[in-house]
């Protein structure tokens, strides 16, 4: 008889596990994706759609046309899940019993833990992103403050890359003269990663993008129209654009499988629960210390599908194991971008900013849906 | 040999991006003052970045032990 496997999000992680699965198991996995809304979304678009370089309808499509005929889709809210008895409840329809588990939810944001923040623009939904460049198209003078209110955050690169391609933006309107634009950034660099930061610093300065470090955004008081940091900073802005708290999904905290923000305890380098058999959680859901990105769910979604298929085989398990690897593009404006590889026992590198990486990424985005999804890279 | 009593341990060795300061941020925004972090890194940079935010933020610097390949950051929220 066939392993019931459920899989909790239909993101890239979970339909490349789900596609990766079905594919791989000879029959041995019944496998089904639950996932609310039934629609996958290219996150990573939201970006180009805040600064008009994108168009919303581009960035989503149906999920049952992303997954294999032999995947079932339950479009549901997944409400809890009962381990003990390898059981999922529905907001709507009847419970799931699985025999392996994939917790591949993935975050939501919530400016509305930023206390004055639920104004603030931002880009990491389709709605902050559409707001913002309505906002943006209006904008004609003053000063545009970046921030970041919480971490982890989806995306680590983006904040610089919105600063980039708002200086884009900005300067095709003929309006660069008359606007300020500052970052803030959580840490004394541009980056997390100091190479990279050494790389990027510099191009900064050069488009007048103004840095500040060591600014982890508190408190934001929209009469005044100033952000306050954590470590006692205050800012003023004319328009605010902020990095939102992140945390796990609803369904994850009212089954008591994460940690108080939500994310799921794994092992970093078989992604099966900590506490729990038979669970496995992929991509941003987890709690590992590392980029919460589509490259990171795109290469763990590769080793829990493995891992499962070895299960419902009976097999041993295989001997790959998810070894930290991350891979992002980091837009530099002007036509130009760069990338950072690294994983758990590699530091991160960096080249110097090129067309070809736009181009690569432009590329990667364009193609997604015909690759990513189907589990067609490696 | 880490004498004070941890609230919240964190494995961030081998981890460069958000890294072992962004992580120490992150879970001293979300404590209680007089909570007590560890954080493991094996990063170089640590070392002076670490200390550094402790500083700026106006949190306290407990310890740092030096261990083979990796040192532990034990930090307090002051404040």
């Known amino acids: ?378 | 040999m880490i004498g004070t009593h941890i609230d919240k341990a964190i494995d961030a060795r081998g981890m460069a991006c958000p890294g072992p300061l962004m992580t120490l941020i992150g879970a001293i925004r979300q404590g209680q003052v007089g909570q007590v972090f560890e954080v493991l890194s094996s990063d170089e940079g640590s070392k002076t970045d670490i200390p550094a935010w402790v500083a700026k933020a106006r949190h306290e610097l407990v310890e740092v032990v030096q261990d083979a390949g990796y040192a532990h950051f034990v930090v307090r929220k002051a404040r």
């Open chain 1, 1 to 378: 008889m066939a392993d019931e496997v459920v899989i909790l999000g239909g993101g890239v992680g979970g339909t490349i596990v789900a596609n990766l699965i079905a594919k791989e198991s000879n029959g041995r996995a019944h496998v089904t994706v639950v996932d609310s809304s039934g629609i996958h979304v290219y996150q990573p678009g939201f970006l180009y759609v805040a600064v008009g370089l994108e168009n919303p309808a581009a960035l989503h499509r149906p999920e049952s046309r992303l997954l294999r005929r032999d995947v079932n889709l339950v479009i549901d809210r997944a409400t809890r899940v009962d381990p003990a008895e390898h059981t999922v409840f529905m907001e709507w329809g009847r419970p799931l019993r699985y025999d392996q588990l994939v917790l591949a939810t993935g975050s939501r944001t919530m400016l509305q833990e930023v206390p004055g923040g639920q104004e603030a623009h931002d880009f990491y939904t389709m709605e902050g992103a559409k707001r913002l460049f309505k906002a943006l198209r209006s904008f004609q003078r003053g000063t545009i403050v970046i921030g970041v209110a919480g971490i982890p955050y989806k995306c680590p690169p983006a904040p610089v890359e919105f600063a980039f391609l708002l200086d884009d933006y900005l300067r095709s309107r003929g309006i660069r003269g008359h606007t300020q634009i500052k970052l803030l950034s959580p840490l004394n660099r541009a980056f997390t990663i100091e190479a990279t930061s050494k790389l990027v610093q510099p191009i900064l300065a050069e488009r007048d993008i103004e840095l500040t470090g060591f600014f982890n955004v508190e408190s934001v008081d929209t009469v005044a129209q100033t952000v306050t940091s954590l470590e006692g900073e205050t800012v003023g802005y004319d328009l605010l654009v902020l990095v939102p708290p992140h945390r796990g999904q609803q369904v994850i905290e009212d089954s008591g499988l994460g940690d108080d923000r939500g994310w799921v305890p794994v092992d970093k380098n078989t992604l099966k629960h900590t506490r729990f058999e038979h669970i496995w959680a992929i991509g941003d859901t987890t709690d590992i210390p590392i980029s919460k990105s589509g490259s990171v769910a795109h290469y763990e979604a590769t080793v829990a599908a493995a891992e499962i298929v070895a299960t419902v085989k009976g097999e041993e398990p295989p001997a790959h194991v998810y070894d930290g690897k991350v891979m992002c593009f980091l837009e530099t404006g002007q036509g130009k971008a760069t990338t950072i590889q690294f994983d758990y026992d590699h530091p991160p590198v960096s080249p110097t900013p090129a067309r070809r990486w736009h181009w690569a990424k432009a590329l990667f985005n364009k193609t997604y849906w015909h690759t990513v999804p189907q589990g067609r890279l490696p």
